[in-house]
């Protein structure tokens, strides 16, 4: 299994930019997908969250400003970044728990990575 991130880029302050991660693989179901961001020294942090079943999960830095989305029959989720501050900007990651394998296997996984820079 793997997870592919793309969308990332450079923008400015009040921008916009849409993420999409795919997952690739022997997959028969995934529990959760979501996003992650790391700065330049600080700890990974949750940005947002998406289950099977389409409950969402934000943190609290991105509520109303970012919106999470999935669609189960592609294995992918998106994440559409409005009104971007320089703040934002980090690697942000992609993540699935909970994969499902065609052998019954469950496991988790990180894609490697993509980055939003925002400039002020």
């Known amino acids: 299994v793997q997870l592919q991130a793309s969308g990332g880029g450079f923008v400015q302050a009040g921008g916009s930019l849409r993420l999409s991660c795919a997952a690739s693989g022997s997959i028969v179901s995934i529990n959760v997908m979501g996003w992650y961001r790391q700065a330049p020294g600080d700890q990974r942090e949750l940005v947002a969250t998406?289950?099977?079943?389409?409950?969402?999960n934000y943190a609290d830095s991105v509520k109303g400003r970012f919106t999470i989305s999935r669609d189960n029959a592609k294995n992918t989720i998106y994440l559409q970044m409005n009104s971007l501050k320089p703040e934002d900007t980090a690697v942000y990651y992609c993540?699935?728990?909970?994969?499902?394998?065609?052998?019954?296997?469950?496991?988790?996984?990180w894609g490697r990575g993509t980055l939003v820079t925002v400039s002020s």
């Open positions: 998406i289950t099977s079943i389409d409950i969402t």
């Open positions: 993540n699935a728990l909970g994969v499902v394998s065609t052998t019954g296997s469950r496991s988790n996984y």
